[in-house]
């Protein structure tokens, strides 16, 4: 069985990694309904380029492996709910320089739309089995989303376990492999669905940037990328020490202060 520790993190394991979050590719007007969920296709690329020069972009499996020698820290790239935007235009950048990327999909939408978040005529289309099927054939990673995409932290825990098991099963069905990893939907992790990902085998599952009462392998923090960053905040969220700086009780306290101001233009989500 796993190993999942309360009230522990990366940091004390001293390695420089970081799993950055996406969702849509596209540009949407400022205030639409889920804004920070898109990112410009042009700005993404160049993000791409800068992580491609800048950091060791890894898949998820090699995020976990034991640290190997210094060097820049290593990044994994993750997109939530795997948009069709994401395989229309993010696949071929991410393609064109040689970069992995896993993609967490809600199995029971597959082919769908996004059906839980406010109702909106924004691209929220999501990827087709066959497109799932080929990128993950194709050197990518196809992992779970939970299947009806609920929120563990406020669901019945009986239906939190069925929810992680069909998704799991889908998955399995479908790539013909077992899931290796999990992202809880809306980044709350909860101690029905760690043990039930325990019990599956799965070998991490992740939560978002934001406090949880469980950390570790088993609600390993991610952190989104939102329409405001750039280079600069690009490079402290990979750096691999951002979460641990940003929840220091200094910058916390500098948040607090400065959000109301900052808030979707340039500093923070």
Do not use: C
Not at 7 to 31: K, M
Not at 44 to 67: C, G, I, K, N, T
């Amino acid at each position: 069985m796993h190993r999942h520790r309360l009230g522990t993190g990366d940091r004390e394991r001293g390695r420089r990694r970081a799993v950055l979050v996406y969702h849509s590719i596209g540009s949407v007007p400022r205030g639409a309904p889920g804004f920070n969920g898109f990112i410009p296709a042009a700005r993404f690329a160049a993000q791409m380029a800068y992580l491609a020069e800048h950091r060791r972009v890894v898949a998820l499996d090699d995020l976990f492996d034991p640290a190997p020698e210094p060097g820049p820290p290593r990044v994994a790239i993750t997109f939530d709910d795997a948009y069709r935007s994401a395989f229309d235009h993010a696949v071929p950048v991410l393609r064109a320089l040689g970069l992995a990327a896993t993609f967490f999909v809600a199995t029971k939408w597959i082919g769908g739309r996004n059906v839980w978040d406010r109702p909106s005529d924004l691209p929220l289309d999501l990827m087709t089995p066959e497109q799932l099927v080929e990128l993950d054939a194709s050197g990518f990673a196809v992992e779970s989303h939970g299947h009806a995409h609920i929120d563990y932290a406020r669901a019945d825990p009986r239906a939190v376990e069925e929810d992680v098991r069909a998704s799991v099963e889908r998955l399995t069905d479908l790539l013909d492999r077992p899931a290796r990893y999990l992202a809880y939907p809306y980044g709350r992790a909860s101690p029905a669905a760690v043990a039930e990902a325990d019990r599956l085998d799965l070998r991490a599952a992740f939560t978002l940037d934001r406090p949880q009462q469980i950390t570790g392998d088993f609600a390993f923090a991610r952190t989104p990328v939102v329409p405001a960053d750039r280079r600069l905040v690009l490079g402290l969220k990979s750096a691999g020490r951002y979460i641990g700086w940003r929840h220091s009780t200094p910058v916390r306290a500098a948040y607090g202060a400065l959000r109301p101001l900052v808030r979707n233009r340039w500093l923070w989500p």
